[in-house]
């Protein structure tokens, strides 16, 4: 099922928490929500589990719109919401009964499904205990449970990693991979690389707007589209070096680099590169090239760059 | 109807988990079991009489304080810990929700109404007693707690906060319980009888002398859903206000 995301704007007062956004997450596809505090991830992922009607815009999932069939949406969706709101008065056990119950799982069904949930959210151990006794970790685990239960068509996560531990935030990672092959999943996250390992696709929303949407590859190359190169060069005077290198017809700016290696962080041109030229004019020189590093863009700056302005 | 009783298989779950219930049905029949029994000015030994009034008269107080503090915590905890807006995601409407609420604090209090039986086949062998003032007592009694259940859900639903609810719930309550009644006295003519009719103990008292009345019915019912109307009208706004 896919999600349509149309026009959706949502107002708190005076305020656009989301302000006229419009994306379409097909099956199979892990999307990640980026964005600082207060941009209106959370916003958005509750209009499309209507939690609550946009202002104006609309969200369809398979076709089906939110504001006009809700209760037929609500069969397909599993959310988990970022405060994690649970039972704490409920045994584990009885609480994921309870909602597997709700989305009408067969009576015969039920008792394997729930075990199965438990088996893949790992709280064996942890079962016959009362909810409230449960650690933040575990109390994750059966959030993400009860929005697995009825194996549903579409996954909506708001931060799922919080409070696990490293080990388990791998195995949850690779559980909403999985899922996402035949699912549709949007997830929430301020952890960059975790959206870069478990999402195919990356939304970058900001101030209720969207600020970029692609691969995380694609959103690397935009955010600087020129070759970046960390250069040390040895056997001659810095300031001549300088020189030669802003000669360079391809290069475009260069500028001292002071760290470990001090050296030149030498930026060319859009779409053209400078290694041969630096290589031919050291060549040329007589000095030595010791380091030529190819600098990558990080997902972290591509953000902040977005984000900050 | 599925789902309304899931909801309220879950709520009185809690009810029992949480002690509350046993708390609610033990000061209940000792409250009632006391002023029926024991000398105290209005018992049956005084009255001489095989009859139940005495235990009706005392559970109608009993119970119009009880029922608020069922209820207060239904819809106000769940708004607070955040577990309502999750559940509303799940194939559950606002009407089922509330309807759960409901239907559990109704089935408990039936509970504790059945344990009073006991006082029935007690009295009905010290000598005659009217088997059918009996019956319609019992439903007088169950009716009123299905209409402050209503409203007891509907001031659950306007606030967070469970003392507030249960505050709340008690100030609407005893409008009906007496308020109406005292005001109609001394207000005559058409506003008389309108306030005559909204008064609860008048159509209490009918039915408690073994007159079953449509008209009651339709009153007491119609309390109840006035409630749970206001309550899902409330929890179809949080779309708008809520953040």
Known sequence: ???????????????????????????????????????????????????????????????????????????????????????????????LHFVAELHGIPRDKRESRVLEMVNVCGLEGEKHKLISELSKGYRQRVGLAQALIHDPEVLILDEPTTGLDPNQIVEIRELIKKIGREKTVILSSHILAEVEATCDRILIINKGKIVADGTAEELRKTARGNELL?????????????????????????????????????SSANGKSSRKAIFQLCVDNGWFLTALIPVDTKLEDVFRNLTMK | ???????????????????????????FLGFTGFFTWMPSGQDIFLINQATLQPFFGIAYWTLFFFVPLLTMRGVAEEKRSGTLELLL?????????????????????????????????????LGPIDHGAVLSGYLGLLLMSAAYTGIGIFASTVSKNQIVAVLLALL????????????????????????????????????????????????FLSIAFAGLLGSVSILSKRSLSDA
């Open chain 1, 1 to 95: 099922m896919d999600i349509v995301v149309e026009n959706l704007t949502r107002k708190y007062g005076a305020q656009r928490a989301v302000d006229d956004i419009s994306f379409t997450v097909h099956t199979g596809e892990v999307l990640g929500f980026l964005g600082p505090n207060g941009a209106g991830k959370t916003t958005t992922m509750k209009a499309i589990t209507t939690s609550f009607a946009p202002t104006s815009g609309d969200v369809k999932i398979g076709n089906i719109s939110v504001l006009d069939q809700p209760e037929e949406i609500k069969k397909h969706i599993g959310y988990l919401p970022e405060s994690n709101p649970l039972y704490s008065e409920m045994a584990v056990l009885d609480y």
């Open chain 1, 230 to 266: 960390r250069v040390t060069i040895e056997g001659g005077e810095k300031n001549e070096i300088f020189t030669a290198i802003q000669s360079i017809p391809t290069v475009e700016s260069v500028n001292f680099f002071a760290g470990d290696t001090p050296g030149f962080e030498v």
């Open chain 2, 1 to 27: 109807m599925k789902q309304i009783w899931i909801i309220a298989k879950k709520e009185l779950h809690s009810f029992f988990d949480s002690l509350m219930a046993y708390v609610m049905l033990v000061l």
């Open chain 2, 89 to 125: 995601t799940k194939p559950v409407t606002d009407w089922q929700f509330v309807s759960g609420k409901f239907l559990s604090t109704l089935l408990l209090i039936a509970v504790a109404l059945v344990l009073t039986l006991p006082y029935y086949f007690t009295i009905s062998r």
């Open chain 2, 172 to 219: 609407i309550g005893i409008f009906f319980h007496i308020i109406f009644d005292v005001l109609a006295r001394g207000i005559s003519g058409f506003m008389g009888e309108i306030i005559h009719y909204l008064s609860l103990s008048t159509h209490f008292e009918s039915i408690s002398r073994g007159v079953i009345d449509t008209k009651d019915l339709i009153y």
